[in-house]
C-alpha cells in the first residue's frame, strides 16, 4: 500500500535561515508529488508539483523540491525563510489509479 | 476567479446529532473531493466525485457518512449520527477534470467540526 512519511513533526528556523522540509513515499507504480501549505484556518494552497521532466521543481513563494527517484524523496526547501513561512506543510503523493495520499504534515515555526 | 467555498465555517454539536456540510467548486471544475483532517494528521479523502457520478468511496464510512453531488456542482457531505472521533476539518476541494495524470486540486477553507 501507498503511503507518505514526513519525519519532522515541527521545526523551528530563525528568519533568512534557509530550509529543508522531508518526503519520503512508499508507492509502487510512477509517483505524481506535490507539496502543499496550510496556514491557520485556511485551506490547503499548492506550493510546487512534480509529475515527470526535471527533477528540480520550482513553486510558489521561492519553494522548490527535489524528485530523488533512488531515495524515495520529495524535499522541499527554501534558501531564506520569511516570518510568513510559518505554516504547515503536507507532501502527498498520488499515482494513475491510485488515491491521493497525504503525509502527516510537518509545522514550521519561524523565529525573528 | 472564486475558489472553492465550504459552510459552515464551524460546528459544535452532540454526539448522535446530525450534521451536514455544504461545498461549491470552483466554476466549470468537473471533479470534487471530500476529505477528513483529524487534528495532527494529513488530510484523508473520503469521497471523490466526477460530475455526479461516485469515483472513490473506499474510504467513506457508509454507516453514518453520505455525500450527494446531484447536479454535478455543488455537493453535500452529511454525518448521521455523529460520533466523537468525527470531530475534524471537513475540507472540500476541486479540480477541472480529475483524468489528467497531476491535476491540480483546489482547496476550500475547510469546515471545523466538533463532536461533544
Known amino acids: 500500500a501507498q503511503s507518505v512519511t514526513q519525519p519532522d513533526i515541527h521545526i523551528t528556523v530563525s528568519e533568512g535561515a534557509s530550509l529543508e522540509l522531508r518526503c519520503n513515499y512508499s508507492y509502487g507504480a510512477t509517483p505524481y508529488l506535490f507539496w502543499y501549505v496550510q496556514s491557520p484556518g485556511q485551506g490547503l494552497q499548492l506550493l510546487l508539483k512534480y509529475f515527470s521532466g526535471d527533477t528540480l521543481v520550482q513553486g510558489i513563494k521561492g519553494f522548490e523540491a527535489e524528485f530523488k527517484r533512488s531515495q524515495s524523496s520529495f524535499n522541499l526547501r527554501k534558501p531564506s525563510v520569511h516570518w510568513s513561512d510559518a505554516a504547515e506543510y503536507f507532501c502527498?503523493?498520488?499515482?494513475?489509479?491510485?488515491?491521493?495520499?497525504f503525509g502527516p504534515g510537518t509545522r514550521l515555526s519561524v523565529l525573528p | 476567479e472564486a475558489g472553492v467555498a465550504q459552510s459552515p465555517r464551524y460546528k459544535i454539536i452532540e454526539k448522535r446529532q446530525s450534521v451536514a456540510f455544504w461545498c461549491n467548486p470552483i466554476?466549470?471544475?468537473?471533479?470534487l473531493y471530500w476529505y477528513q483532517q483529524i487534528l495532527g494528521q494529513g488530510p484523508k479523502l473520503l469521497i471523490q466525485f466526477q460530475n455526479n457520478g461516485v469515483v472513490d468511496d473506499s474510504q467513506l464510512p457508509k454507516d453514518r457518512f453520505s455525500a450527494e453531488r446531484l447536479k454535478g456542482v455543488d455537493s453535500t457531505l452529511k454525518i448521521q449520527p455523529a460520533k466523537l472521533e468525527d470531530s475534524a476539518v471537513y475540507l472540500c476541494?476541486?479540480?477541472?477534470?480529475?483524468?489528467?495524470?497531476?491535476?491540480?486540486?483546489?482547496f476550500g477553507p475547510g469546515t471545523r467540526l466538533l463532536v461533544l
Open positions: 466554476s466549470g471544475h468537473a471533479t
Open positions: 476541494a476541486s479540480s477541472s477534470s480529475g483524468l489528467a495524470l497531476g491535476e491540480t486540486q483546489y
Open positions: 502527498a503523493v498520488g499515482s494513475y489509479g491510485q488515491n491521493f495520499v
